[in-house]
């Protein structure tokens, strides 16, 4: 490409985000206060791992539908 010219853009990178399909919010992880030590069946951090495994795939497909 001559250094003069001009490198196009694709319109597509410059608009904002859909406001109608926001990327998905990651969960927050638990402080360690949240979790008491009895070794619960559901722990506050094995709901937290399904959260975050929802989330990503949920940011995965997200992503594809904003290349």
């Known amino acids: 490409m001559p ?17 109608d399909d ?8 638990p402080d360690a206060a949240d979790c008491c030590g009895e070794g619960c069946v559901r722990c506050v951090y094995d709901v937290y791992e399904e959260a975050l ?9 997200w992503r594809a539908r904003h290349p």
């Open 22 to 29: 926001p990327p998905p919010v990651r969960p927050t992880e």
């Open 53 to 61: 495994e929802r989330y990503e795939a949920a940011l995965a497909a």
């Open 3 to 19: 250094r003069n010219a001009v490198n196009p853009v694709d319109p597509a990178a410059l608009s904002a985000p859909d406001p």
